[in-house]
């Protein structure tokens, strides 16, 4: 276990409080303060939801005695904001409250910040130490990163497959030939809970016929991800599950016909003689989708796989096998960083390189 100096040791707590506001906090990054007095911690704050108070305002409201203020540290793990969004700047509260030094994890990436904040503080004689718990605190927010680095959402790939390597069985055209049942009642709960914490999640037009997927939060309580449907043809019908209005859901499609935009249901034009991967993921990253799930069949995975257009892929894989059927799609240039087990399947979570 890693043994961590003071500056360090009060980063991770930063870290720890900032991961409170998983699922609420964005579009805006996930972000912890600390506030350190004679080496005793005298206030704390974290990030609660997007268009709430920032980390800064929340740690500087919990200490009881302002006068404090003077003589402390404060440690936050995302460089503090500098411009006007919903709520004022960061480092003009930090300034105004004679906070005489600040330790950052590190810089934002956001253009409207991306080093002005430091800027802002080094200018008012505020001492700024950069660079503490970096990797720690960058992929704490790699989603945001990801979005205002690439200009694309931060994408995982999901699904779940046979000890032998298939997805399904194989299925003829027919709705009432259900889909193979794969992931345990414990794995399904785990889906769940990814899904309320991401902004959005992606099925291609075999997957909504065959399957019939919600793609909302059900066994977890959270908020559902906007859906995103690719078809192509308009080939999913009216009465699909997908287009129940009970979530926001943007439908990418070439069919001009009968296809009409209302309440939480937007169709989208895209132009199937060019790769509209990469126009989809540039209209998503213009509605703020931070983060997509994609968790269609085989065939849309392995081509974001191919274009090596992914960040994460969870894959659980159980324990029996099934002899032939769909097969499962093929990573490559990949680590893996995690592995969870029960007696009726492994999950694991991989990294590409």
Known sequence: MKEYNKDEMYMARCIQLAKFGIGNAAPNPMVGSVIVCDDRIIGEGYHRKCGEAHAEVNAVASVKDEELLKKSTMYVSLEPCSHWGRTPPCAELIIRKGIPKVVIGVVDPFSEVSGRGIT??????????VGVLEKECSDLNRRFFTFHNYKRPYIILKWAQTED????HGRPDDPNISPLKISSEISMIEVHKMRSEESA??????TAIADNPR??????????????LIDRFGRVAATSALFDGSVPTLVFTENRKNNISKDNLRYIRIDSSVN????ILKELASEN?????VEGGSKLLQSFIDLGLWDEARVETSYFSIGDGVKAPKLSNY???????DETSSIYRYIRN
């Not at 390597?165 to 399904?168: E, P, T, V």
């Not at 989708?289 to 799930?293: A, E, M, R, V």
Request: no cysteine.
């Open 120 to 129: 802002m503080l080094r200018e008012a004689g505020v001492e700024v130490k």
């Open 165 to 168: 390597g298939f997805i399904d």
């Open 201 to 206: 999640i992606m099925v291609g037009t075999n």
């Open 215 to 228: 793609l909302n939060v059900r066994k977890w309580d959270g908020k559902s991800p906007v859906r995103v």
């Open 276 to 279: 509209d991967i990469y126009l």
């Open 289 to 293: 989708i931070q983060s997509l799930i």
């Open 335 to 341: 680590k893996i960083i995690e592995r969870k087990s």
